[in-house]
């Protein structure tokens, strides 16, 4: 890992300053949380006890028989409606999704009748759906309560406020506008129709399937505690009915109530509303009977810059935001988990997240209970939006975490400067090391950022002391076969004058062996000698040497033709050299080069084969190439590269000559000498093979 990587990590280690600022935060938020839980909970159970043993406040009726009991199969709850709906059949103003529908079943499985009770200020409202039912309506000529006139029709049996039991069936003779018709017992129980106005309502058949639809508006003042719905499904105009819902087929008996808030109720809860907080009174099963809700809080206290950081900030304390559970879905509905602890006679709190929404809620539930009794017979609960302690969450969030972002920042852009500079340093102090050791083996001992006094420099220092040892060691190594070349040029002659002496001598056969061998290495160590000082030679030649102008391709083509007289077991074949090519340098130099390229060419290859040069010329570019082919076995592995250093061999003496090495490492000296290089790759097989590439450059290096 690089060090700008290790310094721009230790400082992105001071976001830990922040995540300690938001845990505090964090911890602030809980502690306001509970105590607006707390303070929410005491004031839901102020006002509970205000509501203790009210059961005229609660339900309508006199005594509200079952109130404090959860709601029957075919008990009614009334769903508060946020306003009037329109009557005209379509239920598309009620709400959708609410579990107070009250499901029917008729004597066939795809006949039901569907109920769902809403009320508004003082009217109760009802959405009657049939399913799987032809509309049939009732004769419009004839007496209705005449059996062959009869279609299907609604019956609907209530208590009265003052204890009495009414009966009224509603009916059309087409869809639209309905008519409501109570029965009134006369003397000798004769029946009588009074139509009652205060019913009003319309029916339409349902689109896309069987069925159809009637909404009702009723009077609560008319209505007491009992009450049923009852649907007449007739196939046929006068054809006995098929009677299902909530009232009792043959004696009309509601078996079941309307459990609806008092009147008065939504007034009450009224009294204790502030801004932002909604009271709702409940039954034990958590529909809501009234609700109280105050115009919540308008504006911030932040400005528009802050409440984009406090919603930016928002995102990073989410997890302790979060809510414990989302609100009802259902219009009407309280929280089941909160309802149950309420109906068990505890106090509760939990925080709400409304579906699809960012605002979050805190809400309160306290049970009310019977008077002279723990019977709970209702539940309240105190919503209150979280924006108080959010707005104080947000204030100390903002403040907290711009202040620490900022020492984040100046701290990781300090690092960033100190890994950047240590970085620019190291850089150089690597740039040097790379170009300490110069292609033909000289070493610099110049060092950057010797003068600095930190650590840095002390190994600047280090190296550049190391490189001063190593440079003088080299030198030593460059001179010393000169010197050993003319140390051993005086014992070598006196070895070859013995060995020449003794060989005039009379000497067994054995003896005769051991003195060829001897004269065998006497050769050989006189030729390495002879190398070396050849190699010295080579080396103040060419520093010597002067340059001219000269067409290098007519050197070629005169070298490649004396080269096939020499070397008769080889093809040689020059490409590329038609046109002139001029360069300045040092020709005897260059063709010195090409004899020993052609010589280990020729040494490698079989007999017989051809050996290429192709010269590459071209008169946009800054080079010459000349490209040296010959086929034969791959460069060594492990020579690619010290192929061209000075006294390193890879091949054994298989033509009976020693050699030491040199002949690559003298072309690499006279390409540097014309500012060029040397380059050795091996050839795809088949058939395979070697080329050399020395490049020349165009304008010599002291021009």
């Given at each position: 890992m690089l060090i700008r990587t290790k310094l721009l990590l230790l400082g992105l280690a001071t976001l830990a300053l922040p995540w300690a600022g938001c845990q505090y935060v964090r911890?602030?938020?809980?502690?306001?949380?509970?105590?607006?839980?707390?303070?929410?909970?005491?004031?839901?159970?102020?006002?509970?006890?205000?509501?203790?043993?009210?059961?005229?406040?609660?339900?309508?009726?006199?005594?509200?028989?079952?109130?404090?009991?959860?709601?029957?199969?075919?008990?009614?709850?009334?769903?508060?409606?946020?306003?009037?709906?329109?009557?005209?059949?379509?239920?598309?103003?009620?709400?959708?999704?609410?579990?107070?529908?009250?499901?029917?079943?008729?004597?066939?499985?795809?006949?039901?009748?569907?109920v769902l009770v809403g009320t508004h200020e003082r009217h109760l409202y009802l959405l009657i759906v049939a399913l799987g039912d032809q509309l049939v309506l009732d004769a419009g000529d004839a007496a209705a309560l005449e059996p062959s006139a009869s279609g299907d029709r609604v019956w609907i049996v209530y208590g009265t406020p003052a204890g009495a039991q009414e009966q009224m069936f509603v009916s059309s003779s087409s869809t639209g506008a309905v008519r409501a018709r109570r029965i009134v017992t006369r003397e000798l129980g004769r029946p009588e129709l009074i139509e009652e106005l205060r019913v009003q309502g319309a029916l339409r058949r349902l689109d896309g399937r069987d069925g159809w639809a009637m909404e009702l508006r009723l009077p609560l003042s008319m209505l007491g505690h009992g009450f049923g719905v009852l649907l007449d499904d007739r196939d046929r105009r006068g054809s006995l009915p098929s009677s299902y819902g909530s009232l009792a087929p043959r004696t009309l008996e509601p078996r079941g109530h309307l459990i609806a808030a008092a009147p008065e109720l939504a007034d009450w809860l009224a009294q204790f509303a502030s801004?932002?907080?909604?009271?709702?009174?409940?039954?034990?099963?958590?529909?809501?009977?009234?609700?109280?809700?105050?115009?919540?809080?308008?504006?911030?206290?932040?400005?528009?810059?802050?409440?984009?950081?406090?919603?930016?900030?928002?995102?990073?304390?989410?997890?302790?935001?979060?809510?414990?559970?989302?609100?009802?879905?259902?219009?009407?509905?309280?929280?089941?988990?909160?309802?149950?602890?309420?109906?068990?006679?505890?106090?509760?709190?939990?925080?709400?997240?409304?579906?699809?929404?960012?605002?979050?809620?805190?809400?309160?539930?306290?049970?009310?209970?019977?008077s002279g009794s723990d019977r709970v017979i209702?539940?309240?609960?105190?919503?209150?939006?979280?924006?108080?302690?959010?707005?104080?969450?947000?204030?100390?969030?903002?403040?907290?975490l711009n202040l620490t972002l900022f020492a984040v920042a100046i701290v990781v852009g300090a690092t960033l400067l100190l890994g950047a500079h240590l970085a620019v340093r190291l850089e150089r102090v690597r740039r040097a090391s790379d170009a300490?050791?110069?292609?033909?083996?000289?070493?610099?001992?110049?060092?950057?950022?010797?003068?600095?006094?930190?650590?840095?420099?002390?190994?600047?220092?280090?190296?550049?002391?190391?490189?001063?040892?190593?440079?003088?060691?080299?030198?030593?190594?460059?001179?010393?076969?000169?010197?050993?070349?003319?140390?051993?040029?005086?014992?070598?002659?006196?070895?070859?004058?013995?060995?020449?002496?003794?060989?005039?001598?009379?000497?067994?056969?054995?003896?005769?062996?051991?003195?060829?061998?001897?004269?065998?290495?006497?050769?050989?160590?006189?030729?390495?000698?002879?190398?070396?000082?050849?190699?010295?030679?080579?080396?103040?030649?060419?520093?010597?040497?002067?340059r001219s102008h000269f067409d290098f391709a007519a050197l070629l083509a005169s070298a490649t033709q004396a080269y096939g007289d020499a070397f008769p077991q080889r093809v040689f074949q020059l490409e590329g050299a038609t046109a002139p090519c001029e360069l300045h340098g040092a020709p005897d130099l260059l063709l010195q080069a090409l004899d020993?390229?052609?010589?280990?060419?020729?040494?490698?290859?079989?007999?017989?084969?051809?050996?290429?040069?192709?010269?590459?010329d071209s008169s946009d570019d800054e080079w010459v190439w000349l490209e040296v082919e010959n086929d034969g076995p791959p460069l060594p592995p492990e020579g690619g590269a010290r192929l061209f250093e000075s006294l390193w061999q890879h091949r054994r003496d298989h033509d009976g000559r020693p050699h030491f090495g040199l002949g690559l490492y003298i072309v690499r000296l006279i390409a540097e000498f014309h500012g060029g290089r040397i380059l050795a790759a091996d050839l795809p097989s088949p058939p395979g093979g070697v080329r050399f590439t020395l490049g020349i450059a165009r304008k010599s290096p002291d021009l």
């Open positions: 911890e602030v938020e809980n502690s306001l949380r509970v105590a607006e839980g707390q303070s929410l909970l005491a004031v839901a159970q102020t006002i509970a006890t205000s509501l203790r043993g009210r059961r005229d406040l609660l339900y309508r009726g006199v005594d509200g028989p079952r109130s404090h009991e959860p709601a029957g199969p075919y008990d009614y709850v009334p769903v508060p409606l946020a306003s009037a709906p329109q009557l005209d059949g379509r239920g598309d103003d009620w709400p959708q999704a609410t579990p107070t529908w009250r499901h029917f079943r008729g004597s066939h499985d795809s006949d039901r009748l569907e801004p932002g907080v909604r009271i709702a009174a409940a039954t034990t099963a958590g529909s809501v009977l009234a609700e109280a809700n105050a115009q919540p809080v308008v504006g911030s206290g932040i400005s528009s810059s802050q409440a984009l950081l406090s919603q930016l900030y928002r995102r990073f304390l989410r997890g302790s935001t979060l809510a414990q559970r989302a609100a009802p879905t259902e219009r009407g509905q309280l929280d089941p988990a909160q309802t149950g602890e309420a109906a068990a006679g505890r106090g509760s709190t939990a925080l709400f997240a409304a579906p699809g929404q960012q605002r979050l809620a805190v809400a309160a539930a306290a049970p009310v209970l019977d209702a539940v309240l609960q105190v919503t209150q939006t979280a924006d108080r302690w959010l707005l104080l969450r947000d204030r100390a969030l903002t403040r907290l300490a050791l110069s292609r033909d083996g000289r070493l610099q001992t110049e060092f950057p950022e010797t003068a600095a006094s930190d650590e840095l420099g002390d190994v600047a220092r280090g190296f550049s002391s190391l490189l001063g040892r190593l440079a003088d060691y080299t030198g030593y190594l460059r001179t010393l076969a000169g010197k050993l070349s003319h140390e051993i040029r005086t014992p070598l002659t006196i070895v070859r004058s013995s060995l020449e002496n003794l060989e005039s001598e009379p000497l067994p056969d054995s003896a005769r062996t051991y003195l060829a061998r001897a004269r065998e290495g006497s050769e050989r160590l006189g030729a390495i000698v002879q190398a070396m000082g050849a190699a010295t030679r080579v080396e103040e030649a060419i520093r010597a040497a002067e020993k390229l052609i010589d280990n060419a020729v040494d490698f290859s079989p007999p017989g084969s051809t050996i290429r040069l192709r010269l590459r």
